[in-house]
């Protein structure tokens, strides 16, 4: 009896994991109506305009803020230099800094018609117009790697050459 009730339990349990490996179910991943192709070009673009307006609106609190903080190191730097510090490097850096902020301006600047007119998409970034929308998208995006290109990493050699100076005169 003991062996019937074994070999009855080996038979349950091998049926429930032959039967455990298959679905019962169909699997649905996007419903059983999936978003058109253009729906999902659209839905990529509006994440694409809001990353880039993000960008935008980023770089332009940065040239707003800039003059204040130029003058700030431009101060420290002063100062460490009347109390006889070297501060050659720091001085170059943010020449260079400065420099680099007059060329990328008027970059800045041409962008600002570009995303009010924003073609291709509404006030609330929903794509209207998918040729247009890409075009924007384009531009937009160009500028942007102009800014990046024109600064050329100049913002973030100041700040380890004001970090440099900090170590060196503790």
């Not at 839905?43 to 880039?52: C, G, P, S, T």
């Not at 307006?53 to 003058?71: C, E, P, S, W």
Request: no cysteine; net charge positive.
């Amino acid at each position: 009896m003991k062996n019937n009730f074994k070999k009855m339990i080996f038979v349950v349990l091998t049926a429930a994991m032959v039967f455990a490996a298959f679905p019962v179910t169909s699997v649905f991943a996007q419903g059983e109506n999936p978003p058109a192709k253009s729906e999902r070009t659209n839905e990529k673009l509006e994440k694409v305009w809001a990353r880039q307006l993000n960008f935008y609106n980023r770089i332009g609190k940065g040239f707003g803020d800039i003059d204040v903080q130029t003058a700030k190191f431009q101060e420290k730097i002063d100062k460490a230099s009347s109390n006889g510090r070297d501060v050659t490097a720091a001085q170059a850096a943010l020449d260079a800094f400065e420099s680099a902020l007059k060329s990328t301006k008027p970059i800045y600047d041409g962008m600002e018609n570009i995303v009010n007119v924003h073609a291709g998409f509404d006030a609330d970034g929903k794509v209207t117009d998918a040729v247009q929308a890409k075009s924007t998208v384009r531009e937009v995006g160009g500028k942007l790697k102009e800014v990046k290109s024109s600064m050329n990493g100049t913002g973030k050699a100041l700040l380890e050459a004001l970090k440099a100076f900090r170590v060196a005169n503790k």
